[in-house]
């Protein structure tokens, strides 16, 4: 594939809002996770809740949106200067030419959990609930394309926890097909009662900070997070510092609706088309950012896979023990993790980890490693067998990038 640039990014978890928090959070190696006393929520779990969503509502043009996901779409959107980057690049192409590409899993299902609480006595919902603005999975995609002001495609990919992975190939394959010059990447999802009860009833959610990798590891904290990304071509040539999006792949196992490939198959075969894209070798990735989500047969599948390409030379970690698995915006929030990693020489701390598992033979980081990182890869594996691997790259060690010094 031809490298888009990764021209601005933007994201939120419960590490706190925009580039700089998460970047102290993983420096320090502070977890966000919390005990969860979300809503009416009783579970004796670890959730990855970001505070303060309940007071911002969205008003105006826009207010039959409101509702928590895209209350977190908006504080998100509004981080970094993205909105500035966004006008701008609809100033350079034309913003109908600019095309929305937004994953989730449950969207604004949170705000219809609400809605049925204040049934009438004929069971009809109140009026001012709006399914279409809030529920619906298109919503947080519409919100985001009439909030920036864009007028090219605009899509909702729903795939699992490989959503906001997936919209990376979605674009790429638009631009590369002359359909848009110009994309907005990104994935939203937030906390609802249908999710943790959901994942608890499948007994997949840990009753401690979820810790992948560990001899002890016993489940998921779910978390809900917000990212975003502006995606360019680079033209006929590039900064050599620059980050860019050289590779990405996609696959299907199909093995089971809950549970990976024992072997990782699918996930294997995504790593690979991603390097292939990118046109690397194995030995070219510098940090891998694992989907990791702390179950057992999760951990081990990723584990198998990842060990067949790489070895065990390649420093690997998962973020989830400190934003917790954030579902149909774990793609993106977790490849904006690797290009923070790339241009801050950080790869960071698996947390909560305390006992390796001895089976498990990738090299798992449990402190940061403070090294320079050039090529990184963000995995990404979704119910159902929907995987999705992320080569981003630094423009000056990418094979296919012609660099301006």
């Not at 560990?214 to 620059?242: K, M, Q, W, Y």
């Not at 594996?381 to 000056?396: I, K, S, T």
Request: hydrophobic content about 45%; overall charge negative; proline content about 3%.
């Amino acid at each position: 594939m031809q490298p888009l640039l990764l021209s601005a990014s933007t994201l939120t978890s419960c590490l706190g809002t925009g580039a700089a928090a998460t970047l102290e959070a993983m420096r320090s190696q502070r977890s966000g996770l919390t005990r969860c006393r979300f809503e009416t929520a009783e579970l004796d779990a670890w959730i990855g809740e970001v505070a303060g969503l309940d007071d911002e509502p969205i008003g105006g043009d826009l207010a039959d949106f409101d509702c928590r996901n895209n209350r977190l779409a908006a504080r998100t959107l509004a981080a970094d200067d993205f909105e500035s980057a966004v006008a701008a690049a609809a100033a350079r192409h034309g913003a109908d030419r600019i095309g929305v590409f937004v994953g989730t899993s449950t969207s604004g299902i949170l705000q219809t959990e609400l809605a049925y609480r204040r049934r009438g006595k004929d069971g009809a919902l109140p009026a001012d609930f709006h399914y279409a603005g809030t529920h619906n999975s298109f919503s947080v995609a519409d919100y985001t394309r009439r909030r920036l002001g864009l007028g090219g495609p605009s899509v909702a990919v729903s795939a699992a926890c490989a959503s906001s992975a997936k919209v990376f190939g979605n674009a790429a394959r638009m631009i590369a097909a002359g359909l848009i010059d110009a994309a907005v990447v990104g994935g939203v999802d937030s906390l609802c009662l249908t999710t943790l009860y959901g994942f608890n009833s499948l007994e997949l959610i840990s009753q401690q900070a979820c810790r992948p990798f560990d001899t002890h590891r016993d489940g998921i904290s779910i978390g809900e997070a917000g990212g975003f990304a502006l995606l360019e071509p680079i033209g006929s040539s590039v900064d050599p510092a620059a980050v860019l999006v050289a590779g990405i792949g996609e696959s299907s196992d199909a093995y089971h609706m809950s549970s990976p490939h024992p072997e990782g198959a699918g996930a294997r075969a995504a790593m690979v088309a991603a390097l292939n894209a990118a046109g690397i070798a194995a030995a070219d990735v510098d940090y891998i950012n694992l989907h990791g989500t702390g179950t057992p047969s999760n951990d081990a599948a990723e584990d198998h896979a990842v060990h067949a390409i790489f070895g065990d030379t390649v420093p690997v970690s998962s973020t989830k023990g400190a934003t917790g698995h954030a579902l149909g915006a774990a793609g993106i929030v977790e490849a904006l993790v690797v290009a923070l990693a790339i241009r801050h020489h950080l790869a960071p701390a698996g947390l909560n980890t305390r006992e390796l598992d001895p089976v498990l033979k990738s090299r798992y980081l449990l402190g940061n490693l403070n090294t320079r990182i050039d090529i990184g890869l963000s995995n990404s594996f979704g119910f159902g067998g929907a995987n999705c691997a992320l080569v981003l790259g630094r423009a000056d060690r990418l094979p296919r990038v012609r660099v301006v010094h």
